[in-house]
């Protein structure tokens, strides 16, 4: 059943509504050291709940904390009427949605996602989950929120590269939708934010994930449009891991986008407007992930293992133009070198 | 998406073909010792099946085993399209479910019950898990197996006190049915049984749970009948562990459908010659569970923490007549002490 989602500055009264309708036996509430210090204090409504406490950071998306979580549970002698409040980042939302599906087979809970990334990816689609023995959401479960309740009067706090990288998957999400979307994000202001007013951006982002969504839930197919951007995204990720300088993840998918448009133009003519337009765009914002074609082996070999591959091809969604998506396009090692190759010269490195 | 159920003895024929049409990737199959020893080598086509090996014994059914479980899957390279087949009893196939329930975010299951009680109980209607901290199936979540495959061809193996453990569940869905299925059973050759003969019997039970859950697969009501006999059942049974003189869970059940045949006789006015019946079976067939009024204390404090009850209230599924159940009675402590009293009667304790 599909999250019903909300989008609001009025988080406690939305939350409150919700508190209201869904009337558990209990309420619990997950929230990170971040969040527990900067966010849970502005909803009252929360005041009386039982707060489970995870130490911020993708480190703890792990089996110890959800085990740690699942024991909080008990000890507030939660019964499956009980509700998780997951008030954080996607950790806390992967983690907490993980743990409220699988606690006495499956408790409702709402996300009240705190980050740009969370609130674009993370919150809404129906995926929880932890990593596990070294891989990314190895171990989880397809399961809805009952409700996501999404607001922008979190997001003034956040650090500009966390913004940024949130910033990224609403590029994406815009590439999926039309040009005049796209050319709207790049416009933005994003120095100088009207909060209230960027509500209607993400309210617009998002909705792009959940139409997706709702066409194939449980990824299957066309929900692979949502990996443009995120093949060479996560092999730039991990190289720049290997070599002891990560970036955030939202940074990796911009380069990741602009090397997967080069490649759109080459297989499909995605205009070049638009591409030199969002190469721009992501040269001035974010700065280049720097490659020289000593790395391509390495990246080439991250694309053969990424586990969107079936049967270690390189598999990328790419675009006809904005909003014209094509999954699954196998892609040779020479063009991704020639894209490689271009990408380096549109960031002028 | 409701199983597949195929009853059939030709277990490796059925099996081939579920294989076949699923076209996975890889095949899993876990097993417990028992069945790695016994059962696996009578199944030739999971000959090149990459086996997952897990201890014997509900004590395994724990997050450990899981973890174990999990970094074999990965072990053994299984992508999203790798099928898991749960070969054993209700250990297995609950805990092996809910390895595959999570793998990934979801890789399709077989189960194969290898004993009775997985047969009629565990193996079918989606419910998967592990015991946590102390309390039993904590962990886990609702996920249909693709297909469940049942036969009676390994029964004949199994010990007296196992078979009749899942013979108390073939009970209770033949009270929940009608009085002709129960005098059927009460009637059984069991100490020389022609286990061909016997897999029709199987599937008449297992398709009287497979109509329930089709009600209400995720325990939100209707579901609720299949509590018959458990309410006292599970008191006796954990009465019996506490005083270090374990019952098997069918024995327990067992004694506790003859109370919950006195308290809906009590209530509702059972037919007292099917009471008497099915107590004069109980007798014989399983034996008394002892207890004594300094028991009663005990036994109700046990009834009123059941996982099922609400509010603290003592709640039992009772009967009209055989086939005709009424959820949700709240029982007093003063009839309940009565129903043990006439159990020790009908008992000769």
Not at 104 to 116: A, H
Request: hydrophobic content about 40%.
């Amino acid at each position: 059943m599909a999250s019903v989602v909300t989008f609001s500055n009025n988080v406690n009264d939305v939350l409150a509504d919700a508190i209201h309708t869904l009337r558990p036996s209990k309420v619990l509430v997950l929230v990170d050291s971040n969040t527990s210090r900067c966010v849970l204090p502005l909803l009252p409504i929360l005041e009386s709940a039982h707060v489970i406490t995870i130490p911020a950071g993708e480190q703890h998306k792990s089996i110890d904390t959800l085990t740690h979580v699942w024991k909080q549970m008990q000890q507030a002698d939660a019964t499956r009427h009980a509700l998780m409040v997951n008030l954080g980042g996607g950790t806390v939302t992967d983690l907490g949605g993980l743990a409220a599906a699988t606690y006495k087979r499956g408790i409702p809970f709402i996300n009240v996602p705190t980050t740009l990334l969370a609130a674009i990816d993370a919150a809404v689609g129906g995926k929880t989950g932890i990593n596990f023995n070294g891989l990314k959401n190895e171990i989880g479960v397809f399961c809805d929120a009952v409700q996501v309740i999404i607001s922008s009067c979190f997001f003034g706090t956040l650090q500009r590269e966390e913004l940024m990288s949130g910033y990224a998957e609403m590029l994406k999400h815009a590439m999926l939708t039309s040009h005049d979307e796209l050319d709207r994000l790049l416009g933005q202001q994003i120095d100088d934010m009207d909060w209230d007013d960027f509500l209607s951006h993400v309210e617009t982002s998002v909705n792009v994930k959940r139409d997706i969504v709702a066409k194939d839930p449980l990824e299957n197919g066309w929900r692979r449009v949502l990996n443009l951007g995120h093949t060479v995204g996560h092999a730039l990720e991990s190289l720049a891991l290997q070599r002891g300088t990560p970036v955030t993840h939202g940074h990796a998918v911009a380069c990741g986008l602009v090397t997967e448009a080069v490649l759109s133009h080459m297989a499909l003519q995605f205009p070049s407007p638009d591409l030199h337009h969002l190469a721009t765009f992501v040269r001035n914002r974010y700065g280049a992930i720097h490659i020289t074609c000593n790395d391509y082996p390495t990246l080439l070999q991250f694309m053969h293992h990424d586990k969107k591959s079936r049967d270690g091809e390189i598999n990328c969604t790419l675009l006809r133009q904005c909003g014209e998506p094509v999954i699954d396009n196998n892609i040779s090692e020479a063009d991704m070198q020639t894209a490689l190759d271009i990408y380096r010269d549109l960031m002028g490195i």
